[in-house]
């Protein structure tokens, strides 16, 4: 009698998990083609969102032997993929990615998507080796499958993650393979965000008008397939490249325009970088009081989100737009902060970026054994990470500090090195101040 009422329990159990999983499957679905009408659908997710993750826990702790239980575990982060990215932080999308590949020993297909996914989650942390790790296994399990609709998704976060680390000829050649793949088997949606990351490379390259094309093209095809989201973030793209054209109204435009959506669709992870890189208009402007206020707003979203890592971006600007009002005091309040949190999630990156910018602060405070010191600390954290442009600019900086201490062979040094690696990674801008500071060193 026992054992039949625990039977009975565990099916009802199962009944009720399988339900929410069809939940979330419809859910995400029209969310994905309902357009400007997405937002009652995220309220309605949010409202079943406490019920969704208790189905989850219990079917997670299940044993694999059950192959309901399985199929219920590795379906839930593929079923729900666009709202659990808009809900879930990477730490907790890695335990449900975890839990699916492990009821996954059966579902090769799935396993691979699901590799692929988890990568993503190791690459949004800056776990670019557990990441890489992912995605290899996802590609070649996709390969031998014959799943080219997995792979021209795995080819565009490879992108990504060569992007990532600074090798952006890699990165290039992969979105191309990604975006031949797509058009190959007809996949519009992948095909627009393939065009996107093209334009998200050419941009960190500095080629602003090559990257406005790819945008645009992919925004084209995001208005076809009425994707509110993905229209939104590329708009939010062309914004950044017309900041980096010098363009900053309209490049204000454009973020407006893409704050409009997230608002609309309750998108507080697209809010959080819109707000943000208004910041970085009006700081360019020279409007630093009017940068501090959307930086505030960045970090509130940061904060509700409880995104700890943006959290530290967005102080670490903060602290710049203080550096140039000349306040002192809180612009080093500011980078401390941003080097604490950074130090706290063990994100190095962020950790030499907020190092490199105590060095450049104190760089034009004057007090340059202060920042030979850190910046020599940011950069070997950069020469770790892999990270060729943070160190070609860390390189300059160092240049820049023993020039003005009069160690003029160690700055043309600095500079030689600067050079080299903008050069190899492309970036002409960087390349040609490197060699007007060298001419102007030697000629002095």
Not at 196 to 219: D, E, H, M, P, T
Not at 329 to 352: F, P, S, T, V
Not at 388 to 398: E, F, I, P, S, V
Request: glycine letters at 8%.
């Amino acid at each position: 009698m026992i054992e039949r009422r625990r039977l009975t329990l565990k099916t009802v159990r199962l009944r009720h998990a399988r339900h929410y999983e069809n939940r979330l499957g419809e859910m995400n679905a029209v969310y994905r083609t309902a357009g400007a009408d997405a937002a009652p659908i995220l309220r309605q997710f949010d409202r079943e969102w406490p019920q969704i993750k208790a189905v989850h826990a219990w079917a997670a702790q299940q044993n694999t032997k059950s192959r309901e239980v399985n199929a219920l575990c590795r379906n839930f982060p593929i079923a729900g993929a666009t709202l659990l990215d808009l809900r879930q932080n990477p730490r907790e999308q890695i335990r449900w990615l975890k839990s699916a590949l492990d009821h996954a020993v059966d579902a090769p297909r799935q396993k691979a998507v699901l590799s692929g996914k988890l990568g993503w989650a190791y690459h949004n942390l800056r776990e670019y080796e557990n990441a890489l790790i992912e995605y290899r296994k996802a590609v070649r399990l996709s390969r031998r499958l014959g799943d080219k609709n997995n792979e021209t998704k795995l080819r565009g976060y490879l992108g990504s993650y060569y992007r990532d680390v600074g090798r952006y000829g890699r990165s290039i050649v992969c979105y191309r393979k990604a975006l031949s793949l797509s058009r190959e088997i007809g996949n519009t949606q992948w095909e627009g965000v393939h065009l996107g990351n093209l334009g998200n490379a050419y941009r960190q390259l500095g080629y602003y008008k090559i990257a406005l094309n790819y945008y645009v093209k992919a925004l084209g095809i995001h208005r076809r397939q009425n994707d509110r989201r993905l229209e939104g973030i590329r708009l939010g793209n062309i914004g950044l490249a017309f900041i980096g054209l010098g363009k900053y109204k309209r490049a204000a435009v454009f973020l407006h325009a893409a704050l409009d959506i997230a608002d609309e669709l309750s998108d507080d992870k697209n809010r959080l970088f819109n707000l943000g890189n208004l910041g970085t208009v009006h700081q360019r402007q020279g409007k630093f009081d009017e940068a501090i206020g959307y930086y505030d707003q960045a970090l509130q979203v940061a904060q509700k989100l409880g995104d700890r890592r943006y959290e530290s971006f967005w102080l670490g600007s903060k602290g710049r737009a203080y550096s140039y009002l000349h306040r002192n005091e809180e612009a080093l309040a500011c980078y401390n902060a941003a080097l604490k949190i950074a130090q706290e999630i063990g994100d190095r990156r962020y950790e030499g970026a907020h190092l490199a910018s105590l060095g450049n602060h104190y760089l034009l405070t004057g007090e340059y054994d202060r920042a030979v010191k850190l910046l020599t600390e940011a950069l070997k954290i950069a020469q770790k990470t892999g990270e060729k442009q943070a160190q070609a600019a860390r390189l300059a900086n160092l240049g820049a500090a023993c020039e003005r201490l009069g160690q003029k062979e160690k700055a043309r040094k600095y500079y030689s090195e600067a050079k080299e690696i903008f050069a190899t990674i492309e970036i002409e801008h960087g390349k040609q101040v490197a060699e007007r500071q060298l001419v102007r060193l030697n000629r002095d």
